[in-house]
């Protein structure tokens, strides 16, 4: 058989000629190809030789397949019985016995580290097949691996997402990698083999850095808008370069189609977020309104007087005009300057740094806790608006173990 020739075989063609030729032209030949391996495995145009016990000793589905073909209708070719794996592609099949054979071997699993895009890919393979084929070991290491970046924790999520509010990006996932990551892709994957405990964190990152004229490919009319001032002092942070793009924004980019399982979700969270932040700016505004307590800081005018006059005793706090202008500030930032999603907006939140000469420190620590409340319910209701009616005590979002 020509080298070319191969490449015009029509899908599924290369069985029956394996078949009719009883030999494995070496272009068909992809790796893994183990000399010494006892059967070939048969999909599309590429075929791959390996051992049996491997794969019956970890896949439920290729040791029911395998038990089969001791019928004696089975091809054998150098001596190896041909068994055809119609529902794995070339690569991901590759990707997925490279890992069984690493796990035998004790060596480092292809593409776990998740550094580069290939490293995605070789994943995104491995896990689809192990699903397939019901191979635990590979399917619990390949989601383990997806769970570093796509936690199922608020502690975890805020190692991965860390508040960018410094001239220089502390070190995270996204931004030490040199490739960027797909967003939809994730949650499509995650969808499709069933790794439910990502999908919550992957649709939380959709959300805060996509658009929906992103995920959807609706290119929204364009508005010209002076640029904006700098932030002024009074401003609680101050921009990182690094930010994630405003989800405002709708510009082109290389898109993958969003599954429609999670599009309404998409939609849901975009506006469960809009108004967990207008609440969260309510609760703000009327902190302090009936505060009669003097500030943490007395003015050091507050305790003098003129001489023969009577002592000038401090005056009440202002800790509702301080919250109402704080709430003022933070909507002027998020609508004007710099929108981010939720998430990072409740960042922006945490910076407001207090001042003592206007604000008691029980109305302040008060504005800390119903911000931290705020960022804690919106990590608990997370699952629950994608439809995970028991939230994070669902099953399916349980988070994966590895045994060592």
């Given amino acids: 058989m020509a080298p070319h020739t191969l490449q015009y075989l029509p899908p599924g063609q290369l069985a ?79 990707h997925f016995l490279a890992a069984l054979h690493n796990l035998e071997t004790h060596t480092p699993l292809p593409g776990f580290s998740l550094a580069t895009l290939d490293d995605f890919r070789a994943l995104e393979g491995i896990l689809r097949v192990a699903t397939l084929t019901k191979t635990p070991v590979l399917r619990t290491r390949a989601i383990a691996a997806l769970q570093v970046r796509y936690p199922t924790t608020l502690a975890g999520w805020d190692i991965v997402r860390p508040p960018r509010r410094l001239p220089t990006p502390p070190p995270s996932f996204d ?39 992103e995920v959807f490919g609706v290119r929204l009319p364009s508005i010209t808008s002076p640029v904006s001032p700098p932030l002024s002092p009074m401003s609680p942070v101050t921009p990182s370069p690094f ?49 009669i307590r003097p500030p943490e800081v007395i003015p050091r005018k507050a305790g003098l007087a003129p001489v023969g006059s009577s002592l000038l005793l401090p005056g ?33 939140v945490l910076a407001v740094r207090q001042d003592r000469q206007r604000t008691c420190k029980y109305c302040w620590r008060e504005f800390s806790h119903k911000c931290n409340e705020a960022r804690e319910k919106w990590w608990e209701e997370l699952p629950v608006v994608l439809k995970f009616e028991q939230g994070w005590a669902d099953e399916r979002l349980r988070s994966v173990e590895v045994d060592a």
């Fill in 316 to 348: 009440p706090s202002q800790c509702s005009g301080f919250f109402k202008e704080t709430a003022a500030r933070l909507l002027e930032i998020q609508v004007l300057e710099n929108p981010v999603g939720y998430a990072q907006f409740l960042w922006y």
């Fill in 175 to 213: 931004e030490d990698q040199d490739w960027e990551w797909d967003r939809t892709l994730i949650v499509n994957l995650a969808r499709e083999v069933e790794a439910f405990s990502v999908l919550p964190a992957a649709m939380a990152m959709l959300t805060e850095d996509c658009s929906a004229g």
């Fill in 16 to 94: 029956r000629y394996i078949s009719n030729k009883h030999v494995v032209p070496p272009q068909a030949r992809s790796t893994p190809w183990l000399d010494d391996g006892n059967i070939i495995l048969i999909t599309d145009k590429k075929a791959f030789k390996f051992y049996k016990r491997t794969l019956t000793s970890h896949s439920e589905e290729f040791q029911k397949k395998i038990e089969i073909m001791n019928d004696g209708n089975t091809d054998v070719v150098e001596n190896c019985p041909v068994l055809e794996v119609p529902f794995a592609s070339p690569v991901d099949l590759g």
């Fill in 243 to 291: 930010s994630p793009m405003s989800p405002n924004a709708s510009l082109p980019r290389q898109r993958t189609d969003l599954n429609a399982a999670d599009a309404p979700s998409f939609a849901l969270l975009k506006e469960y977020e809009h108004r967990s932040l207008v609440s969260l700016l309510l609760t703000i505004r009327s902190l302090g309104s009936t505060c």
